[in-house]
């Protein structure tokens, strides 16, 4: 542990952002959550509660609220960054050399088009004097308010940036552990979203409990593939970041992802089931980008092609299911060169 506390904010106040500040008051961190909102600003100071995101949940009084992000950034040596990555770039944009010599640390989900830019990517062009981190792995905002036990990654080439948000960030419910393979973290992060709609649908379909299992494994098979092809480790995806994000978005109902492929699978269109969440669901704009790269790269996802052929091309559902299912069958698991190298204790 350090000796003198670092001084934290996070910059977005939508269910994640204030989750993040939130855990971190509770363990006595000096921590700021900057929003836009003054009206939701003003309920959190005083109500103690997020009334739009997190209704319902008891926020520590020693959260400090602000609605100027240039004296919250300011005050900063850590930086923790929850906006949707739709508005990610314009918000960097205002602040990016406000954030020279600080640590920055991304927990957004999401890709860039034009350009395929991971949110990390971003930060090294309208912040390059920043040092810059990704945050990512199995954690649903309202169980971690709630106070669930889970666990994260943080990824960094930069490994003192790593120990700080250790020190900061892990608490007697949430352990950090520590990567240096941030594209892989961060590419799994915004990869999983896809085959969380997937997964809602088939739960929608009342498909079988093999069938859930199926898809998620091979899930697993294709975001590897096509990460390995961008240059991630392989490694990473059988870690927090990769299979443990992908099990609990795939599963759980919380999952905004899962929500919205469930409205489909019940026959809501996508504008319909985006409506109804009132969140963001990083994964529509994810399966549009990745569609469009993989082709782009000629990386076999047929998963990722099969949903798009659903929600964006009006392809039928059953006409989908049955190209899938008499695809070519191949190999069950493609990396078994990387698992039959020599042991850690031989090497
Ligand atoms: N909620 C989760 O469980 C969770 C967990 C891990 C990571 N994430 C990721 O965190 C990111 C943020 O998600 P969330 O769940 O907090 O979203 P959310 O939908 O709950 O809230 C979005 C927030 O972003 C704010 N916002 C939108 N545009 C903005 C702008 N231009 N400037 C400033 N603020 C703006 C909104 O006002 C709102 O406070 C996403 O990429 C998501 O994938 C979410
Ligand atoms: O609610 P989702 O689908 O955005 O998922 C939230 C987190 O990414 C789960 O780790």
Known sequence: MTDSKAAVCVLGGGSFGTTLANL???????????????????????????????????????????????????AADLVFLAIPSGAFRSVLQEVGPSLAGKQVVSTTK?????????????????????KVAVLSGPNLAKEMAAGELTA???????????NAVQDVLGSKNLRVYA?????????????????????GMAVALGM??????????????????????????????????????LI????????????????????????????????VAEGVNTLKTLKQKADEEGVYMPLVAGLHAIVFEQQPLGQVIGKLMSAEQKHDVEFSAFMSCTPIKEQ
């Not at 990567?179 to 997964?199: C, F, H, P």
């Open 24 to 74: 971190m008051a509770c363990e006595g961190q000096n921590v700021t959550l900057w929003l836009r909102d003054q009206d939701v600003a003003d309920h959190i100071r005083t109500q103690h509660e997020n009334p739009r995101y997190l209704p319902g949940y008891k926020l520590d009084a020693r959260l400090q609220v602000s609605t100027d992000i240039e004296a919250t950034i300011a």
């Open 110 to 130: 999401g890709i860039e088009q034009p350009g395929f830019l991971m949110m990390s990517q971003i930060v090294e062009q309208e912040a390059p004097q920043a």
């Open 152 to 162: 994260t990654v943080i990824a960094s080439e930069d490994e003192a940036l790593c």
């Open 179 to 199: 990567s240096q393979d941030r594209y892989g973290v961060e590419l799994g992060g915004a990869l999983k979203n896809v085959y969380a709609i997937i997964s």
């Open 208 to 245: 079988g409990e093999n069938t859930k299992s199926m898809l998620i494994t091979r899930a697993l098979a294709e975001m590897t593939r096509f990460a390995v092809h961008m240059g991630a480790n392989p490694l990473t995806f059988l870690g927090l970041a990769g299979v443990g994000d």
């Open 248 to 279: 609990v978005t795939c599963m759980s109902p919380q999952s905004r992802n899962f929500r919205v492929g469930h409205a489909l699978g019940k026959g809501e269109t996508l504008e319909e089931g985006v409506a109804r969440l009132g969140q």
